[in-house]
């Protein structure tokens, strides 16, 4: 299961959205181990904006409401694969109201590093002012079951999302793979080629160290040469033009 998941990401983001729900339903099972499921949250924060109808069932995974609380490393990736995309603050604020909890969440998101900083400050000052109670916490999606049928029996769940990836393996088998060379990429993209940490190239797009454009979606796009420059010369020190 996890060289399947890990795979999704070599078919490009058309052909792996496909596997979002079931993506959201193992990371929200404590019943695959927590690497598996740490996985599936990186493959999600990967998809970006096309993971939007799990932000939800991935903002109780970092609550703790869904999955097993205690895998702090599944609950980091899960808070990192909403904040590139969404306003985490806005989904988890009013999920929990005690405080011992609160405190709980906040260490996770400082565990997700420089990312989730502006979300950790967010959330002290809306849960100071009172942040209102939300909805029961968003149930894990179903994988690929068909309409107008029975709810399945818990037992039967993991069976149910292994055949959703073996039947989403099989379609991306069939999709050609992309190129490997591409005009502009993302901020993860750029950080796998230049063997940085994404936050490093997130944050030096931020100070201009890195020549960058944002897509209409708010996010870094980082251009080939701009790739190439960093490979052979390694990140800049001061923002480019200066």
């Not at 603050?89 to 009013?94: D, F, H, M, N, W």
């Not at 011992?100 to 502006?118: D, H, I, M, Y």
């Not at 993860?188 to 979606?217: F, G, Q, Y």
Request: charged share 25%.
């Amino acid at each position: 299961m996890l060289s399947a998941i890990a795979g999704l990401r070599d078919c490009g983001q058309n052909a792996a959205s496909e596997a979002v729900e079931p993506l959201a339903a193992i990371a929200c099972d404590p019943r695959i181990p927590a690497e598996v499921r740490a996985t599936a949250c990186k493959v999600l924060r990967w998809l970006g904006s096309e993971s939007r109808p799990v932000w939800p069932v991935l903002a109780n995974v970092v609550v703790g409401a869904a999955g097993a609380p205690a895998d702090r490393a599944v609950r980091v990736e899960a808070a990192l694969a909403v904040i590139d995309s969404a306003d985490l603050s806005e989904l988890v604020a009013g999920l929990i109201n005690d405080s011992g909890k609160r405190r709980e969440v906040l260490a996770v998101l400082r565990e997700a590093g420089p990312e989730a900083a502006s979300t950790r400050q967010t959330l002290q000052e809306m849960w100071a002012r009172g942040a209102p109670a939300s909805n029961q916490p968003a149930p894990p999606p179903a994988a690929d079951q068909p309409e107008d049928t029975e709810p399945q029996p818990p037992t039967d769940r993991l069976e149910a999302i292994e055949s959703a990836l073996v039947q989403i393996q099989k379609r991306l088998e069939a999709t050609p793979a992309p190129s490997k060379e591409k005009d502009w990429y993302t901020v993860d993209e750029a950080a796998e080629l230049t063997k940085l940490k994404a936050w490093t190239v997130r944050d030096a797009c931020n100070k201009s160290r890195i020549a960058a454009e944002k897509s209409p979606d708010g996010r870094w796009r980082i251009s080939r040469e701009e790739v190439g420059k960093i490979q052979n010369r390694g990140l800049p020190k001061q923002a480019s033009g200066e």
